[in-house]
């Protein structure tokens, strides 16, 4: 792709509006207020994880236009942090102040219709998939593809939600019941051997950055473990970086993107989906990394130079879900008996089950080390 010709940097000092205001927009807003930028969200809800360390924190559903125009009219740049945000959203905002990444990025990776075809036009790698609009299309889909399968909705959907494992294709009726007959994706089935994403960043001249190949572990079809380095051959390894440089530049993306793949037992590499943001598996770099994915999304969107991505020290990272409330307020103190542990909390009042509450990251020796600090933090928090 061909690099643009210099623009104009966005200097500290500046706004950077966000829309969304999860987790994602209070780890940016930490990094923008640290090099000297404001920060706005503009989100439907009112104290939220990002809004609590914004400047400024708008609460309006993101269809009304005449807010999106007045938050636009604020700031000197917009980003987004969720994913859901209505591409109407961003076409709005984006004729006042520039949108990075553009808003047809998030049009693309926000329904995997758009997202699989995308990909494959451009050749990239998935699983094997059908457009699915009805029982019936699901029925051909089923004798295509064959069971086991994952149906899954085309909007709407992240952490498992929205989807539906068919065992067999007699499971097809069920199936489409459980994800409320909508237009789906139905997917192969991956036995995987191991999945990995990788995270990366585009500057506005076109220059690419990322943090290598990193091993997720889910549970519940949510992330629960990353450790950078995933343990692959080096051919695996560059393919994958190749593979999210490819999609970057074909997107034409300005900012950070997430790609997360399924490593076959074959050694295949396929792309599950695309996360055009800072990612979960990308959280530790906001400790263990010289430039965190926070700041590099800040960088790329102000037209900045990339930070480095070097690894400081063998980390890993876990999940904190609302299920540790269980038992009452975790022991925090405990967890931190290790002093290298270092506890993350996205400022969200209530703790329900499987809901993001906050992550752990942890330092070690090697890289498994680490991973066995972090889950021992963790296991602590319950004691
Ligand atoms: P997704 O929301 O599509 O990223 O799915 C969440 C998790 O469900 C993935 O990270 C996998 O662990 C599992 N999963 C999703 N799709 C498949 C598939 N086609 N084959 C096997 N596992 C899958």
Redesign the pocket.
């Known amino acids: 792709m061909n690099k643009r010709a210099p623009t104009k940097p966005i200097l500290p000092g500046a706004t950077l509006g966000v829309l969304g205001s999860g987790q994602l927009g209070r780890m940016l807003a930490v990094a923008a207020r640290r090099m000297g930028y404001k920060l706005h969200t503009y989100s439907p809800d009112q104290g939220t994880p990002t809004g609590q360390l914004a400047d400024r924190e708008v609460a309006a559903p993101y269809e009304d236009l005449d807010a999106l125009a007045d938050f636009a009219r604020g700031v000197d740049v917009i980003s987004f942090e969720f994913e859901n945000v209505p591409y109407a959203a961003t076409e709005c905002v984006a004729q006042y102040v520039p949108v990075r990444p553009r808003g047809e990025v998030l049009h693309t990776a926000q329904h995997r219709l758009r997202e699989k075809t995308f990909l494959r036009e451009h050749g990239f790698p998935t699983?094997p998939w059908r457009k699915v609009n009805s029982l019936e299309a699901l029925h051909r889909a089923v004798a295509e593809i064959g069971a086991p399968a994952?149906l899954?909705t085309a909007g709407f959907?992240?952490?498992?939600k929205g989807?539906a494992k068919l065992r067999a294709p007699e499971g097809a009726e069920a199936a489409w019941r459980a994800i409320g007959e909508t237009e789906a994706v139905l997917?192969?089935?991956?036995d995987?051997e191991m999945?990995v994403s990788v995270v990366a960043a585009r500057g506005l001249d076109g220059e690419f950055v990322h943090y290598g190949v990193l091993e997720?572990q889910?549970h519940n079809?949510i992330l629960d473990v990353t450790i950078p380095d995933a343990e692959l051959p080096p051919e695996l390894r560059e393919r994958a970086v190749e593979v999210a440089r490819g999609i970057l530049e074909q997107l034409d993306v300005v900012g950070v993107l997430c790609v997360?793949f399924?490593v076959t037992r074959t050694g295949e590499l396929l792309v599950?989906?695309l996360a055009p943001r800072p990612h979960n598996s990308g959280h530790f770099t906001f400790d263990a990394s010289v430039t965190s994915q926070f700041e590099q999304q800040l960088r790329a969107a102000c037209g900045l130079p990339l930070g480095s991505t070097t690894l400081l020290r063998p980390a890993a990272m876990v999940n904190l879900l609302g299920d540790l409330w269980n038992d009452g307020e975790p022991n925090w103190a405990a967890a931190l008996a290790d002093p290298d542990v270092k506890l993350h909390l996205y400022g969200k009042a209530a703790a329900r089950p499987g809901r993001k509450m906050g992550h752990i990251t942890a330092f070690g020796n090697d890289r498994m080390d680490a991973r066995a600090r972090a889950l021992a933090a963790r296991a602590r928090l319950a004691g």
């Open positions: 699983a994952v899954k959907g992240y952490d498992g989807q997917e192969g089935f991956i995987f999945e997720n889910h079809h997360e399924f599950n989906e």
